[in-house]
């Protein structure tokens, strides 16, 4: 009987011994796994440094093969210049049994990678003790960073070394928060004074409502523009061009201003507009050649001039035709306009250019009718007057234009939209037929469409030109202009083919657009027919070119401050991902426990009625809830029974593990409330600090509810999982003991049916 009963019982614990080794099997199945398939790096390695395991993400990411890795030392993968604080790192191993840091590895492809890692040292009683490394590639974390750093390095600068006078208020105060030197030198107040003072403190009085309703209409994100008069200390009034636009600047909602003075442009409109009446004295002043002239175009009389306003002597005039002074276009035209004269007897003006002396001369003439076939000329030579007419027009479209584009420059940031404007003024301007700017991608080695103008077809939009090819790549290579005064002369006219061919391009200008030693672009102007251009033109597509480098430096660095930003963001964001799927890992939890207990905290901190922006730092904390355990050895996680006193001293410690390891974080301080605070007790019964009621802070009381819930209905190495009906009524029973009752009553309403 006894026999049998022993029989019986140890078949039992046979039967027991092989689930129990089969369900350790499945979970170290499982957890191979995990490791082999996470995007995190883990290997092992002894305290030499002997790399003993990888996982897969370690082959793939550093480029070698599992064979090349195992038995090396890890010490020759770093940067030569890190391998000797290595065995500092090994020494901390040593000492505190963890370690963590960045590393800089170099890949078989010669590609240094930034590494984020912490380690621990494992093994206990006469097992060799093994360094297992868990570590995130956070190169893209890091470059954004250093991205980020030069962006607003450089924005500072523009803002502080700016010409012209820039401050920052803020708008709800209207406080100057912030100004640069050159206001302080323009408008005479010291930075003492401005930042005591509000922006209608720098208003004629008459102005300041049309201030505040510009103001109160400031959107986010739009960029204002606009004409205003500013008092100096002195009290003397200036016009000033405003560009702004909103920024947050340390919390404030603020606007930044550049003012550009344009008293002096004005003085200078004032200026040209008094030269242009001074010309006109001049004009009338001038004496006239009257000449007699009969209906065949002969020369019959000229009256007794000064011979220094003829362009040829009398008597080599007197009994010649027109036609043999003008080309015959201009003869034909003369002698019937002359017929019109005598036929109509109305008095007709005509303009006309002699070459005389190797130059061009300008004359006015009016045509009398006199009696008979007989017309009195009365000539003028406005060569002056045409050439400073032609000059003023000129200068006064450029000068208006330039103003015009620097306005663009200054009130938009959005790159496109100031090279489109940009374009079609210059098009307009240099009288070309087409006109375009390419911006170059440096990571690609090409330029490509920025805005354009003038084109049949849409496929100058495709352009995608190498650097060193075709005369644009030409053109950024070489840092030159390009001039092609006749493409069909080019031995290889690249106009031929490519996305031009169908332009009928005769000739091309191309600049390089070139900022602070960089290429970021090149302008290009485009001609269907022959024209030749003199110095001026080139000197106003130089200064065209120039603009347009500005304009696309001022907003590649706002927006390359935005997307460092975003990038930073989120690779600060892939990272914590990345940690928590290795604690996942470590606790040996089931997968998924840190995103679940993530979730339902989010969902009682919206019920809660928290901000969008607070929830952000709780979903960070939930992620990182026991990053802490990371510094908690094997054998007590793993401890399949009850911890010791000692056992939990260690335990307790996780929560301030977890302080001291994210608080120098910046970016993590305002998530470190879950991490360091989520064992607190609402009955002052917790740790690490045995704060009660709402001296712990909501986010920690909230997710104690989701992180007890998700750790009872899950298996844990100290015990199996327990039924949702015990953990419900566990929960029930600890609120206003361990739980916060009114997150207690929100866990319930989230559980209610829909
Ligand atoms: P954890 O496993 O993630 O558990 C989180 C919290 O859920 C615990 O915080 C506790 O408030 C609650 N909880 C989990 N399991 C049980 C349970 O069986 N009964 C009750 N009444 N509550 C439970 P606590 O107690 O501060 O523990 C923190 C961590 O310490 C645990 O995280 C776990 O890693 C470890 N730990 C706790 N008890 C034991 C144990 O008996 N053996 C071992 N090996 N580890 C333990
Ligand atoms: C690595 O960066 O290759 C892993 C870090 C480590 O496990 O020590
Ligand atoms: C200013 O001139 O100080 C600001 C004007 C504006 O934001 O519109
Ligand atoms: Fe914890
Ligand atoms: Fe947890």
Redesign the pocket.
């Known amino acids: 009987m006894n026999g049998r009963k022993t029989f019986i019982a140890s078949i039992r614990d046979i039967t027991e011994r092989k689930r129990a080794e089969m369900e350790v099997r499945e979970s170290e199945d499982r957890y191979r796994d995990l490791v082999e398939n996470t995007r995190d790096l883990i290997c092992t390695h002894d305290l030499e440094g002997r790399i003993l395991t990888v996982n897969r993400a370690a082959i793939v990411l550093m480029g070698y093969k599992r064979s090349e890795l195992i038995g090396k030392n890890l010490r020759d993968f770093l940067l030569p210049q890190h391998r000797p604080a290595f065995d500092g790192y090994i020494s901390l191993l040593k000492r505190d049994g963890m370690a963590g840091g960045l590393m800089t590895i170099l890949t078989k492809r010669g590609e240094a990678r930034i590494w984020e890692y912490s380690n621990t040292l494992r093994g206990a009683g006469g097992v060799e003790p093994v360094v297992r490394g868990y570590a995130h590639d956070i190169t893209a974390r890091k470059r954004a960073e250093e991205a980020l750093r030069e962006g607003e390095r450089r924005y500072r600068q523009l803002f502080e070394s700016n010409p012209h006078p820039m401050w920052v208020y803020d708008l709800e105060t209207l406080r100057f928060l912030a100004v640069n030197d050159a206001a302080i030198s323009h408008y005479g107040y010291s930075r003492e004074e401005f930042l005591g003072m509000t922006i209608k403190d720098i208003r004629p009085s008459e102005d300041v409502p049309r201030l505040l309703e510009n103001v109160a209409h400031v959107t986010s994100g739009l960029d204002q523009a606009g004409d205003w008069r500013h008092l100096k200390k002195d009290g003397s009034i200036i016009d000033v061009e405003i560009a702004s636009h909103t920024l947050d600047f340390d919390g404030h909602r603020a606007e930044v201003v550049h003012a550009n003075d344009i008293t002096a442009r004005k003085q200078a409109e004032e200026r040209l507009a008094a030269s242009e009446a001074e010309l006109r004295a001049l004009f009338a002043a001038m004496r006239d050649v009257v000449l007699m002239i009969d209906r065949d175009g002969i020369y019959r009389k000229i009256a007794p001039t000064d011979p220094g306003f003829l362009y040829r002597p009398p008597d080599e005039l007197l009994g010649k035709s027109l036609r043999d002074v003008f080309p015959p276009a201009d003869a034909e035209k003369f002698l019937g306009v002359m017929r019109r004269v005598l036929e109509t007897k109305q008095v007709e003006q005509v303009e006309y250019e002699l070459p005389i002396g190797g130059r061009s001369v300008w004359f006015s003439a009016s045509i009398t009718p006199m009696t008979g076939d007989m017309t009195v000329w009365v000539a003028r030579d406005i060569t002056e007057r045409k050439q400073a007419e032609e000059r003023i027009q000129r200068q006064v479209g450029y000068l208006s234009a330039l103003a015009g584009i620097d306005r663009a420059i200054l009130s938009t940031l959005d790159v496109r939209a100031t090279l489109k404007y940009l374009i079609s003024q210059a098009a307009s301007l240099l009288n070309v037929d087409a006109a375009t700017v390419l911006l170059l991608d440096p990571y690609k080695g090409a330029l490509e469409f920025g805005a354009g103008t003038g084109f049949r077809t849409d496929a100058v939009r495709t352009a995608s030109v190498a650097l060193g090819e075709g005369y644009a790549g030409r053109a950024a290579l070489e840092r030159r202009k390009v001039q092609i005064h006749n493409l069909a002369e080019e031995p290889d006219n690249l106009f031929l083919t490519g996305f031009l061919k169908d332009e009928d391009f005769v000739s091309y200008y191309g600049a390089p657009l070139i900022v602070q030693g960089r290429v970021v672009g090149v302008l290009e102007a485009f001609h269907r027919s022959r024209r030749e251009r003199d110095q001026e033109w080139f000197d106003f597509f130089g200064t065209l070119a120039g603009q347009a480098a500005i304009a696309i430096d001022n907003a590649r660095l706002v927006e390359g401050i935005q997307v460092a930003n975003t990038e930073l963001l989120l690779a600060y964001d892939a990272t914590i991902e990345g940690w928590s799927r290795a604690m996942d890992l470590r606790d040996r939890e089931t997968e998924g426990h840190t995103r679940r207990v993530a979730e339902m905290t989010l969902n009682l901190a919206r019920l809660a009625g928290m901000s969008d922006a607070e929830m952000v730092h709780v979903r960070r904390g939930a992620l990182l809830h ?1 990053m802490g ?1 990371l510094g908690v050895p094997d054998s ?4 399949r ?3 010791t006193d000692d056992e939990w001293k260690i ?1 307790r410690r996780h929560p301030q593990f977890a302080f001291d390891m994210l608080s120098p974080i910046a970016y993590l301080k305002p998530a470190l409330d879950i991490p360091y605070y989520h ?1 607190e007790k609402w009955d002052g019964t917790g740790y690490p600090h045995g704060l009660r009621g709402e001296e712990i802070p909501l986010a920690a009381r909230l997710f104690a509810v989701a ?2 819930w998700d ?2 209905t899950s298996d ?4 199996p999982a327990w039924s949702e009906e015990k953990a419900l009524e ?1 929960i029930k029973e600890q609120s206003g003991r ?1 739980f916060d009752p009114q997150a207690v009553e929100l866990f319930f309403r989230l559980r209610l049916p829909k």
Do not use: S, T
């Open positions: 026991d355990k007590i996680l793993y401890k029974g009850a911890l335990m064992h992180d007890v750790a009872l844990r190495p100290y015990r566990y361990h």
